[in-house]
């Protein structure tokens, strides 16, 4: 009976019953247990590979350049950071209501840190992501205007729950790559949650973007739904002192 079951399971790709067959009809066996308690065992052991293999599938296809999480986030080297406020935001409900994040510091404040460890919670948690550096989306949705792609790449993008753009600052952007970047930003609005590090203060968007309309209109709509985070400290990427024996702390 054994051999038949398991030749089921293959059939039905149950890889995760698969894996724990003989374990627990050994145990069924030697407890005398019914069938439907090991059945119960098994079904719940193929849930949870399942769930395992979808979880590690959303965090590669996120793209996450760093393993970083906020348990490794050195909130007692960066007093410019409120540890009780990323906190909160590790509940996820800003991603229920749709709302933004924009971390705005210096380089080697931690911004990119923070927004990883949020943006892996959320994978953790079953929400689909994708991480971007700010020019390599940029320089994509320029590509995609090549081939008239554009629009179909927006909407891929619009389907992430949640998406860091990491490092928006002085980058050298066409008219095209501005146009499509205030087009996925305004879909986006109030559909799903973006994070955005960047070194800029919201008054520098205006020479960054050289738009008035478009940076009065993407500022709008950003801090209707928006939770603004400035960070006021020290780079992280300081020197340590040889008598410290903590872990270098994360950059940006």
């Avoid at 906190?87 to 229920?96: N, R």
């Avoid at 002085?170 to 994070?195: C, D, V």
Wanted: net charge positive; with cysteine; charged share 25%.
């Amino acid at each position: 009976m054994g051999d038949k079951i398991r030749q089921l399971l293959i059939e039905l790709r149950l890889k995760g019953m698969q894996e724990v067959l003989d374990r627990e009809l050994a145990a069924a066996e030697k407890k005398g247990e019914a069938p439907g308690e090991v059945l119960y065992r098994l079904l719940c052991q193929e849930l949870a590979y399942r769930q395992q293999r979808s979880m590690h599938y959303r965090i590669n296809h996120a793209k996450i350049p760093w393993d970083w999480t906020l348990k490794t986030f050195p909130f007692d080297k960066q007093p410019g950071v409120k540890k009780s406020q990323i906190m909160s935001l590790e509940g996820l409900t800003f991603i229920d209501r749709a709302e933004n994040i924009i971390f705005i510091g210096k380089p080697g404040t931690g911004k990119s840190g923070l927004a990883i460890g949020l943006l892996r919670t959320a994978l953790i948690n079953g929400y689909r992501g994708r991480f971007y550096n700010a020019q390599d989306l940029l320089d994509e949705l320029y590509a995609s205007l090549a081939d008239r792609s554009t629009s179909k790449l927006i909407k891929r993008l619009c389907n992430y729950p949640i998406m860091v753009i990491d490092e928006l600052g002085y980058l050298t952007l066409k008219p095209e790559q501005i146009n499509a970047f205030f087009k996925l930003m305004g879909e986006r609005y109030g559909k799903a949650s973006t994070i955005i590090t960047t070194n800029l203060d919201y008054p520098d968007w205006y020479e960054l973007f050289q738009r008035k309309s478009l940076v009065d209109a993407l500022l709008d709509r950003l801090k209707h739904r928006c939770i603004t985070i400035n960070i006021n400290g020290p780079s992280l990427r300081a020197p340590t002192p040889k008598n410290d024996t903590h872990p270098p702390p994360q950059p940006q």
